[in-house]
């Protein structure tokens, strides 16, 4: 700065940044012969000030940048020099020291009150300092201490330039901690299964010491999202029919999970009852193992009352209980297992107890087409006497081949009407089974089938050889015919065969409904379903005629198997009618209106309604031949 009609000043400081309170110093470059020299400390700009001061040093309580004015004079002349300082902010940093499992520490910095500071300084209050860059505190620093410091006192300071050489920083913002020792392990204490959704888990935890839940889900164990302290219970929402696997993690402000529970598995049992005992069974225990948590034994109960004394083998998984099992009391267990200072509890499962006989072979079995419906008809066995109570099972497959499926289960009863199967559909076939009050059953019966008739080729009929009847096999066949005109019945024995085709030429066979009755060699019958079988009328019409005279090929004749009502015409080329006829023996002999009609093409059309009542319409050209 030096404005006209003025001399040079001049100065140096001994530094151009400093942080807020502390001093800026004149230390030199003062030229020779100035005389009467002040200072400004915060100039403006606007012209020259006169309350200067003598300095030399100057403090600064605000951070900015400030202009240092220098007014002197020299040989009479007023001289100016200036320079610049910047004055830097010294807020202190806001942190939060945090005291985790295994003594150490972790420093969570407020990031809007790390400034512009070049470095960060922490000192652990154990060892010396460490210098950190923005990044790293922003990462959140962690120390470990040793186990001769409890409380410690920790505190960061933030400095300017490098640490060796720094302008300035922060006051120390310091922190006092109490540490932590390493956590002991959570024990999960008991894990009960309470229902058939949901399992109880109590568990001890160090004092003071936050714990989360976890839960294996495919193979990975997954937070559960419920958090103690201490000691407590958790309570699961979960499919508690599958085995579920557990472990308890213990959680600090460094959100450490080293110290973790054993994995503690539910027990899942099933009881179910057979003749003269109930068969219980679990997966053997599928959780931690190992030398503080060692199998020690399973404890089944019956009505809360211990059986089979102790299991200590792990890889058990049966337990038959015989002991005084009275048809149709239900029975209730638990299971129960200790695995070091874990005890795991099942849920109840109950059966129903079985004691009797089994009953022997079911007699004789017979299907028959009642009313479009298969009707049963079976012999219960001869252990079953006729005061006892039993439930006859029916079961049914869509055809010998299919797999069967229970349909009915009687009180009392030696029939059956399946109402929902369509007998004119296909074959059904049905195996019975009979049950005593106390649940014991015999073995299925042979499989019996209905005879289900149908048509596989236009020519004729046919049907299944599956027996309808059991223990006895089919001896033989009759086929009864009745007339779909006029009703009447007659029989046809057709042996072994399970195919007939009626008489193709015979006129009155067009339409018939037929029933097939298979009957055993000790005379047992069984009927099919009903089944029309009908061939379309059949019309035979020449290409062509001779009406010369010869005797040969003198008409024009159509001849039909089938038909009752008959129209034919003969068209010309001009599509005039030239011959008409309703009488199916009557043929066109070559004239129209008394008159040769000429040599050449016709059309005809021939319309017919056979014995059923179908229409049938044919055309075609003739040639008529001189």
């Known amino acids: 700065m030096n404005p006209q009609g003025a001399a040079k000043g001049g100065f140096t400081l001994d530094k151009v940044r400093v942080c807020v309170g502390s001093a800026v110093t004149v230390t030199g470059g003062v030229p020779a012969g100035l005389a009467n020299i002040g200072y400004i400390k915060e100039y403006d700009g606007k012209g020259i000030p006169t309350n200067n001061e003598s300095g030399p040093s100057f403090q600064y309580t605000k951070a900015g940048t400030y202009t240092i004015l220098q007014v002197g004079t020299i040989n009479g002349l007023r001289a100016l020099a200036c320079q610049t300082v910047t004055v830097l902010p010294v807020d202190p940093i806001k942190f939060t020291a945090q005291a985790c499992l295994g003594r150490r520490a972790t420093i969570t910095v407020d990031a809007s009150t790390l400034g512009q500071y070049d470095t960060y300084v922490i000192r652990w209050g154990d060892s010396p300092p460490e210098y950190k860059s923005r990044a790293d505190m922003l990462a959140g620093p962690a120390h470990t201490y040793n186990p001769s410091y409890n409380n410690v006192t920790v505190t960061v300071q933030g400095v300017y330039n490098t640490v060796n050489s720094s302008t300035c920083g ?78 308890v993690v213990a959680q600090d402000a460094c959100n450490s999970s080293t110290a973790k529970s054993d994995e503690v598995c539910s027990l899942v049992l099933d009881a179910k009852a057979t003749n003269k005992q109930n068969d219980l069974s679990w997966q053997p225990y599928a959780g931690t193992i190992s030398a503080t948590a060692q199998f020690r034994y399973y404890r089944l109960t019956r009505s809360n009352s211990p059986i089979g004394g102790t299991i200590t083998n792990q890889s058990t998984g049966t337990y038959p209980d015989a002991n005084t099992i009275v048809c149709g009391t239900q029975y209730c267990y638990n299971i129960e297992a200790t695995v070091g200072p874990t005890t795991i509890k099942s849920n109840q499962a109950c059966a129903v107890g079985i004691n009797g006989d089994k009953p022997g072979d079911v007699g004789s079995v017979i299907v028959s087409i009642e009313n479009g419906r298969p009707r049963l008809i079976t012999t219960p066995p001869t252990t079953i006497g006729p005061t006892d109570s039993y439930t006859m099972i029916v079961s049914r497959a869509s055809g010998p081949s299919g797999s069967f499926q229970a349909v009915a289960a009687l009180d009392r009863k030696s029939t059956f009407t399946d109402d929902n199967a369509n007998a004119s559909a296909g074959s059904y076939c049905y195996q019975v089974t009979y049950q005593t009050s106390c649940g014991l059953t015999s073995s299925p019966s042979k499989v019996v089938c209905t005879v289900f008739l149908d048509s596989k080729s236009p020519t004729g009929i046919d049907w299944n050889a599956e027996p309808p009847f059991a223990p006895e096999s089919v001896d033989n066949y009759t086929l009864e015919v009745i007339d779909s005109l006029n009703g009447t019945k007659r029989e046809i024995q057709v042996g072994s065969n399970t195919h007939y085709e009626p008489d193709p030429d015979d006129p009155n066979l067009q339409s018939q409904k037929y029933r097939v009755i298979a009957v055993s060699s000790g005379g047992t019958i069984s009927y099919s379903n009903f089944f029309t079988f009908r061939r379309e009328a059949k019309i035979l019409v020449p290409d062509a005629f001779t009406p010369n005279g010869d005797g040969v090929n003198e008409e024009f004749l159509a001849k039909g198997i089938y038909v009752d009502q008959f129209l034919m015409n003969i068209y010309n080329r001009w599509g005039e009618v030239v011959f008409s006829a309703t009488n199916k023996t009557k043929g066109w002999d070559g004239t129209s209106n008394g008159q040769l009609a000429p040599a050449g093409q016709y059309m005809y059309r021939i319309e017919v309604v056979d014995l059923t009542g179908l229409k049938t319409v044919r055309t075609g050209a003739l040639l008529l031949i001189r």
């Open 170 to 247: 922060s006051d120390e913002t310091p922190q006092t901690i109490t540490l932590l020792a390493a956590a002991t392990p959570p024990i999960i204490t008991t894990l009960t299964t309470t229902s058939d959704n949901s399992i109880e888990l109590k568990y001890q935890a160090s004092t003071g010491v936050s714990v989360q839940l976890y839960q294996k889900v495919n193979g990975t164990f997954t937070a559960t999202g419920q958090n103690g302290t201490g000691a407590g219970t958790f309570t699961v929402q979960t499919n508690a029919k599958q085995v579920q696997c557990f472990q």
